[in-house]
């Protein structure tokens, strides 16, 4: 029989590994814009990510965290099985999809995974609607926010250096996306590392680690921020591709307004405690400038096939995610 403490550290150490992916995972999305356009070399780009990545603690709350670990599925019900199962459907997602090159969301395939965990262990009574209700409805929201947003960005910029001379707007933009970039990789890191964080922290409340009162404990906090930085600084090449020029060519204006849109959007979301998809937002963005060129200077093929990744990402996980649980219950069984 596995000591409960060192089935704990395990369970941890996986979960930051889910983290580490979601980084690797999702480093496209903070990097796509400022490599498509040229202003910084990839190696070069994913420093600037990776440590903007780990910095957003110092600057948002933990909604997302608490909405994670307890808004989702009653953290009554959690257990090492349901959390195994929640980990292994969203890790085998993450790297399936990775491995073809497909930018689907890391968040919602954890959440996907404890959804079909959950309820494999305890059917429908321990879903939380009304946190899987706003999860789901940022499927929809997030993208089509970070589209209105960029859209109105590319206008207002647009407008703003009518009187400029080609070579000082790209001059200006060239530096303004430093900013932009840095922006939206902090609201990466803000957003997606605290589903993690929620994750450990409803573990470690089932193993009755935090006094009875759930909270997300400080070394939770930068584990979670560390690993993720740290999967952003090894970089999402195959992804890089697909989101920086096959949906459409950026120019390093339209690509300040992208990164700044999804930033906006991800801050919006992250102080309301919604877990959304950074990759469901700067998608979203990347198609909103590009249409303010011209409807026809958008890869429409390639950006519908992103869309059907993400509609099947949560049943996907989900199915996964029950899987692993009973895989954890029948070696409890067996080794138990």
Not at 134 to 154: C, E, H, M, R
Not at 164 to 173: C, E, H, N, Q
Request: with cysteine; proline share 3%; glycine share 12%.
């Amino acid at each position: 029989m596995v000591d409960a403490g060192v089935l704990l550290i395990v369970l941890i150490a996986v979960a930051l590994a889910f983290d580490f992916l979601n980084g690797l995972h999702d480093a496209a999305n903070s990097i796509a814009t400022i490599v498509s356009t040229r202003v910084l070399p990839a190696n070069y780009a994913v420093m600037w990510a990776a440590f903007f990545n780990f910095i957003a603690f110092l600057v948002f709350p933990l909604h997302v965290a608490s909405t994670v670990g307890k808004g989702i599925i009653d953290a009554q019900i959690i257990s090492d099985a349901v959390i195994f199962g929640a980990l292994g459907g969203a890790i085998t997602w993450n790297v399936l999809t990775w491995l073809l090159g497909i930018p689907s969301s890391s968040s919602h395939a954890l959440i996907g995974g404890l959804l079909g965990a959950g309820m494999a262990k305890a059917g429908l009574d321990p879903v939380v609607w009304s946190g899987v209700i706003k999860t789901a409805a940022g499927i929809v929201i997030s993208p089509t926010l970070g589209f209105l947003l960029a859209l109105t960005l590319v206008l207002i910029v647009s407008w703003t250096f009518l009187r400029s001379t080609p070579a000082f707007a790209d001059s200006a933009f060239r530096k303004l996306q430093f900013v932009s970039a840095s922006l939206f990789s902090l609201g990466h890191g803000g957003n997606d590392a605290q589903k993690t964080m929620g994750i450990i922290a409803v573990l470690l409340y089932s193993h009755g680690q935090l006094g009875g009162e759930f909270h997300v404990p400080f070394w939770v906090v930068i584990s979670c921020q560390a690993a993720m930085g740290l999967g952003t600084l090894m970089g999402g090449w195959r992804i890089v591709h697909t989101m920086g020029s096959r949906i459409t060519r950026l120019s390093p204006q339209q690509g300040f307004c992208a990164e700044t849109g999804g930033a906006l959007a991800l801050f919006f979301f992250t102080n309301l405690g919604i877990p959304v998809s950074t990759t469901h937002t700067i998608t979203g963005c990347i198609v909103g400038v590009g249409a303010a060129r011209r409807v026809s200077a958008v890869r429409w093929g390639v950006a519908g096939r992103i869309v059907w990744a993400w509609v099947i990402t949560l049943p996907a996980a989900a199915l996964m995610g029950a899987g692993f649980y009973f895989l954890a219950r029948l070696g409890d069984r067996l080794f138990g």
